[in-house]
């Protein structure tokens, strides 16, 4: 199953005040492994960006007056996140401004049923907790020590490895023998073990078999086992 993890900076809080993204960072997923693919470009807002915006990811006007902009992007944009599965943190926030842009560029919206909100799992799950992505990498574990100021790719990485936890944790090697055992079935491989030359001794100790043998005795003569 392929998924992509999403994270957006913006000039401000509300499209419809005439705030614009800045920055789209996404990566892919694929059976909740990390493929290392992924979808980075920063993006001139044509407008100014306010201080406290600066303040949160550090992107000024000037900076970003040389990047594309976001109707330059855009079919490189659909063509990376397809009609697949969105995983962002505040999804109503990201979303919003994304099909902003979208309707801006004459382009379909993307649907809310295809966003996988973080934030309402977390909030779900812990309720009353930090549900930040700050509170949740604390809660995980996970290292966000290099999180000195917003960034979209790099908060898209750590929201994977959240969404993961979140998930039940990862098991990379379950998938990964999974996905081979696969394979040799499509082509036709059938391994057989060969017996040990040597048989592995018995883990039961002499007083272990005997209280055994007396239990399953006792079960036969109660009518629980069959004779």
């Known amino acids: 199953m392929r998924q992509i993890v999403l ?13 614009r993204l800045v920055e789209i960072g996404c990566l892919e ?4 492994v990390a493929t290392g693919a992924t979808f980075h470009k920063y993006i001139n807002p044509e407008r100014d960006v306010p ?17 594309p902009k ?3 992007i855009v079919e490189e944009f659909l063509d990376f996140i397809k009609g697949d599965p969105l995983i962002i943190h505040n999804a109503s926030f990201d979303m919003g401004f994304i099909n902003h842009e979208l309707k801006m560029t004459g382009r379909p919206v993307i649907e809310a049923a295809r966003a996988v909100d973080t934030l309402l799992i977390a909030r779900k799950r812990f309720p009353g907790a930090a549900n930040s992505l700050d509170g949740l990498c604390r809660r995980f574990g996970i290292d966000n020590s290099g999180r000195i ?3 979209a790719l ?9 969404y993961l936890e979140l998930m039940g944790g990862r098991q990379p090697g379950l998938v990964l023998d999974a996905a081979l055992d696969n394979r040799k079935a499509d082509a036709g491989v059938i391994e057989t073990r060969a ?8 883990r039961l100790t002499p007083a272990e078999a005997e209280a055994h043998k007396v239990f399953v005795t006792e079960l036969a003569e109660g009518g629980f086992w069959p004779k």
């Open 7 to 19: 994270d957006t900076e913006t000039t401000g809080l509300s499209p419809q005040g005439g705030d």
């Open 29 to 32: 997923i694929v059976n909740q």
């Open 51 to 67: 201080i406290e915006a600066f303040n949160v990811h550090g992107l000024s006007a000037e900076r970003l007056s040389t990047e």
């Open 70 to 72: 976001f109707a330059e």
């Open 149 to 151: 100021k917003h960034g």
């Open 154 to 162: 790099l908060d898209a990485e750590l929201l994977a490895d959240v």
């Open 195 to 202: 017996p040990r030359a040597t048989p592995l001794p018995s």
